[in-house]
């Protein structure tokens, strides 16, 4: 008997071996490189009869290739008439250090080929907020931000006057990233930010939070860019992502497309990791939005 169950049990230690080694390579790949996504809407504001954008967020300072250049080559291919950063391009850890070099390069050879639009999220807010742990970053930032000649939109408006398009940058408070705890902005919020959108032009709100989107749906943009999540690190279908960095089990808003009243809500999965460099059935994206005036 016992030259029997010794094969037995050494065949089980093997199948073991190798499943978890399989489950290894798999979570290994699939946290590697990028895919890329691509959404397609009608509105008829547009004064265009298209208009095509890519959407990156939590980048954090990443690189997928040399240089980003896999995500500069895929960018290129689409060829858009803007890029849109909904925020969290780099990461503000919990130790004072700070590394910007990557996301500055990839943006820098963005701003030469295309407009683009930043929006903040909660790590450049952080950078901001806590000047004691980061001394003088924050400013070194924006001035070489600015020096590349894109836009840094911190509650405030930009205009795409051929296109009829209004972008607009939303930077929320710490107190709405805070873990555990959801606190939600006053129905007013938005307004006493940005004021009122013109309702006869395309508007799009760079908000990096996704959770606040009922919230961010009273003020009726058309549509919502967001990131945050990460697609909840792990997604399991049908169920979605499985965490959020408010550290709530399968937060309602994960990844993809959803609707509100009169608003769309188009939320990344993330270009990049930080803290757990995990995704599992979760790969990281780039976005591509295509709006038509009209049906082709």
């Known amino acids: ?31 590697k490189g990028f895919r890329v996504v691509r959404y397609t809407f009608i509105n008829e504001k547009l004064k265009k009869s298209s208009y095509r954008f890519v959407m990156i967020s939590d980048m954090h300072n990443c690189v997928h290739g040399h240089d980003n250049k896999e995500v500069l ?9 803007a890029v849109f950063l909904a925020g969290d391009m780099i990461t503000s850890s919990m130790e004072p250090k700070f590394e910007e070099d990557n996301v500055l390069k990839f943006l820098s050879a963005v701003s030469l080929k295309y407009p683009v639009y930043y929006g903040i999220g909660n790590h450049e807010e952080k950078l901001r907020r806590c000047p004691e742990s980061f001394p003088g970053v924050y400013d070194h930032y924006c001035k070489e931000l600015n020096k590349l000649g894109l836009r840094l939109l911190i509650n405030e408006k930009v205009s795409i006057e051929d296109a009829g398009i209004d972008v607009y940058g939303l930077d929320l408070e710490h107190e709405y990233y805070r873990k555990l705890k959801t606190k939600w902005i006053p129905n007013d919020y938005l307004e006493k930010k940005l004021g009122k959108n013109d309702r006869n032009r395309v508007s799009i709100l760079l908000a990096h ?38 550290l709530k089990l399968f937060p309602k808003y994960d990844a993809g497309l959803f609707y509100k009243d009169d608003s769309v809500m188009i939320l990344s999965r993330g270009l990049g990791t930080h803290s757990i460099p995990v995704r599992v059935l979760n790969k990281a994206e780039l976005i591509v939005v295509d709006i038509h005036k009209e049906v082709s």
């Not at 008997?1 to 499943?19: E, F, H, K, W």
């Not at 080559?73 to 008439?81: L, S």
């Not at 860019?225 to 990460?230: A, D, F, N, P």
């Open 209 to 246: 939070n996704p959770e606040q989107f009922d919230k961010y749906a009273l003020w009726k943009p058309d549509y919502v860019l967001s990131g945050h999540v990460h697609g909840g690190i792990v997604n399991i279908p049908p169920f979605g992502g499985v965490i959020s960095p408010q």
């Open 73 to 81: 080559d895929a960018i290129d291919e689409v060829k858009p008439d």
């Open 1 to 31: 008997m016992q030259d029997i169950i010794a094969p037995v049990q050494t065949a089980y230690v093997v199948g073991g071996l190798i499943l978890i080694l399989m489950i290894i390579v798999f979570v290994y790949f699939e946290s």
